[in-house]
């Protein structure tokens, strides 16, 4: 059959968990690498073809096809392992540490960055011309996004922190969906439905990705977006990784573990 029932793929979510732990540095890293360099260029996409088109959902119905595309390559995003890899550690297995699951999230969160910012300075190069020409619309763009969401929300003060690590909460709540999507089906069709749903959904939203931000925030700094590296890192990444992790793992991850491996006790009826 094309699906799998919620027990079979859920324990297919603890073995990926379990999978990644195991996983060499280079081959970690190298699809951390390539997953955060694919998001960034369905990022940069799908803003042009919001851009172009004045339509936000038209950027959104088509910014999962960067999602798609790297997972169907068995690469790696940072608000993925952070849903599938504790699972191995709660699950108990052999040689899964806390330390390990660190491990692996470290890597990742490196590799991502990395292709992510990569990404970046390759745009940002040719909107410019090697930086000799303004960046048009499509870079202003940008780097207003960089603006908004750090110094707009410092405005806020604590309210403001925590606004943007709900956003991120949201955000990782339907990525790790997406990701669980891809495991429900064993079709490549079936595997894009469940992917593409969840992805437009959180992307329209307005909600915050911390690979997506390791894409736009850089980008928006070399095109000369009016904020400081600490800014990004108080203002969004820090409460955006945070969130991620909490969203992912509480709604996504715990849930169907806690109801589809460790079932409660069978009701017994009089």
């Known amino acids: 059959m094309a699906y799998l029932s919620p027990n079979e793929f859920v324990t297919k979510m603890v073995d990926s968990g379990e999978s990644k732990v195991y996983m060499s540095t280079k081959d970690t890293i190298i699809r951390a690498f390539m997953a955060g360099a694919i998001l960034a260029l369905a990022a940069a996409f799908a803003i042009t073809v919001a851009m172009k088109t004045g339509s936000p959902l038209t950027g959104a119905i088509l910014f999962p096809v960067g999602f798609i595309m790297l997972y169907l390559m068995g690469f790696d995003l940072l608000t993925g392992v952070f849903v599938l890899v504790p699972l191995a550690l709660i699950d108990k297995r052999p040689g899964v540490t806390v330390n390990q699951v660190l491990r692996n999230w470290g890597l990742v969160f490196i590799g991502n960055f990395g292709g992510a910012i990569t990404v970046a300075f390759m ?65 490549v069709s079936g595997k894009f439905l469940a992917m593409w749903m969840p992805i437009m959904l959180f992307f329209f939203m307005g909600f915050e990705h911390s690979i997506v931000n390791m894409f736009l925030f850089p980008f928006s700094m070399i095109m000369g977006g009016d904020f400081t590296i600490m800014d990004y890192i108080l203002w969004n990444e820090l409460p955006v990784v945070l969130g991620n992790l909490v969203g992912g793992l509480a709604f996504t991850g715990l849930t169907l573990y806690a109801t589809h491996i460790r079932t409660g006790e069978k009701r017994k009826l009089d």
């Open 123 to 187: 745009i940002s190069f040719i909107l410019t011309y090697g930086y000799q020409i303004d960046p048009g619309p499509i870079g202003q763009k940008i780097a207003t996004i960089g603006e908004l969401r750090t110094l707009g929300y410092q405005e806020h003060g604590i309210w403001g922190w925590l606004t943007v690590f709900i956003r991120g909460m949201l955000c990782n709540w339907m990525v790790s969906m997406g990701v669980v999507g891809a495991m429900v089906s064993t079709s």
